[in-house]
Each structure stands twice: as structure tokens, then as C-alpha cells.
T-cell receptor
Framework: GQNIDQPTEMTATEGAIVQINCTYQ??????LFWYQQHAGEAPTFLSY????GLEEKGRFSSFLSRSKGYSYLLLKELQMKDSASYLC???????????FGPGTRLSVLP | GAVVSQHPSRVICKSGTSVKIECRSL??????MFWYRQFPKQSLMLMAT?????????EQGVEKDKFLINHASLTLSTLTVTSAHPEDSSFYIC??????????????FGPGTRLTVL
């Protein structure tokens, strides 16, 4: 079966660092993606990992460990506009099927 | 680049009518398009995957006769909700992918269509 887990909600303070974890158990693996979704809007692409290790993109970094079925999204220097849901998604071996996690709703407080 | 549009952004209709939602990739050719629905405070639920010129592949539990998908060209896919009922009220989001899912091929999402069936 396909299963992706993320914490439901997280709260952090403006200027701080927050790490959002994602664990997955899927029948195949061909990449892990992180998306940001503001309330009432469509998701936007943040990052992509297919090999183990850390990918850094400005204030956002994403880490992958394939052997552990684990990824995290790290957000630094948090801003109020970072308040959103963060979706972890795994693409299967066939390349077309994306399985989305339940999303983590992040609230950034002043 | 990689802009996906959806039309309409919001629709209210009476129970029993059909509603068509268009999804267009504006600056790239989308080999694959996906249709999702999302209920409030929940994650995306994949409804179907469509490739240009072929029949859509529906996820388990999604009625293909109720949710008609047509991927007529590399830049346009349509979702028609037939005989809509109040339980079909949801946020429908399309996404488009340029390649076949290798490398960094990712999905670019449309802005979504909020359907309300009275």
C-alpha cells in the first residue's frame, strides 16, 4: 500500500527555524516533492529530492533518506507569509503517480 | 514559466446540471495532466491521470461516467462533472506535467475551481 505521514499542525515564531517531517511507505520510489499551499489556493512546487542528502534553496532546504523512508523540509528565518500547508508527495516508479501526504499546517506567530 | 490556468475559478450550479472545468498549460506542452479534488483542511485526492490522446486513468472509487475527462491536446484537458449533486461540492485542482515523470519533472498546479452545487 501507499502511506505518507506528516504532522497535522505545527506552530513556530517569526525568525525561527522549523523542520517538517515526512515518512513514507510506498510500493515504488522515483522522487519526493514538497509543495506549499496557502489557504484557498493551489499548491506551488518547493523542492525535489531523488538522491539521499540535503537540497538547499534559499531559506528552504529538503532532506531525503531513502533507506529510512524519511524526508524533512527545513524553513529558516520564518516569515509570516510562510504560514501555509506543506505537502509531501512521493512519485512512484512509473513516474506518473504522485501520492500526497495529508499536509502539515504551519502557523507562524509574531 | 510553467503556468497552468483553470476556468472557471468559481461556479455555483443547481443539482442535476453538468459543469465543465478547463485546464490549460499556457507556456509548455503537458504530456500528462492530473485532476484532484480537495475538501476543506484535507490534502489533495487524486481523481484521475490523463495523457494527451488517450483515455484517462481513474483512481479507485472515482466514477468515470460521472467525472468525464478529455485531454484533447497537449495544452488542454477538461473535467466535466455530470449530474452534479451537493456532495460533489469541492475544490477541484488540475496540474500539468511536461515530461513523463523522470528527473525533476514536477506538477504545476492550476489555481483551482471551487464548485458549489445547490
Amino acid at each position: 500500500g501507499q502511506n505518507i505521514d506528516q504532522p497535522t499542525e505545527m506552530t513556530a515564531t517569526e525568525g525561527a527555524i522549523v523542520q517538517i517531517n515526512c515518512t513514507y511507505q510506498t510500493s515504488g520510489f522515483n522522487g519526493l516533492f514538497w509543495y506549499q499551499q496557502h489557504a484557498g489556493e493551489a499548491p506551488t512546487f518547493l523542492s525535489y529530492n531523488v538522491l539521499d542528502g540535503l537540497e538547499e534553496k534559499g531559506r528552504f532546504s529538503s532532506f531525503l533518506s531513502r533507506s529510512k523512508g524519511y524526508s524533512y523540509l527545513l524553513l529558516k528565518e520564518l516569515q509570516m507569509k510562510d504560514s501555509a500547508s506543506y505537502l509531501c508527495a512521493v512519485r512512484d516508479n512509473y513516474g506518473q503517480n504522485f501520492v500526497f501526504g495529508p499536509g502539515t499546517r504551519l502557523s507562524v506567530l509574531p | 514559466g510553467a503556468v497552468v490556468s483553470q476556468h472557471p475559478s468559481r461556479v455555483i450550479c443547481k443539482s442535476g446540471t453538468s459543469v465543465k472545468i478547463e485546464c490549460r498549460s499556457l507556456d509548455f506542452q503537458a504530456t500528462t495532466m492530473f485532476w484532484y479534488r480537495q475538501f476543506p483542511k484535507q490534502s489533495l485526492m487524486l481523481m484521475a491521470t490523463s495523457n494527451e490522446g488517450s483515455k484517462a486513468t481513474y483512481e479507485q472509487g472515482v466514477e468515470k461516467d460521472k467525472f468525464l475527462i478529455n485531454h484533447a491536446s497537449l495544452t488542454l484537458s477538461t473535467l466535466t462533472v455530470t449530474s452534479a449533486h451537493p456532495e460533489d461540492s469541492s475544490f477541484y485542482i488540475c496540474s500539468a506535467m511536461e515530461g513523463m515523470g523522470s528527473g525533476t519533472d514536477t506538477q504545476y498546479f492550476g489555481p483551482g475551481t471551487r464548485l458549489t452545487v445547490l
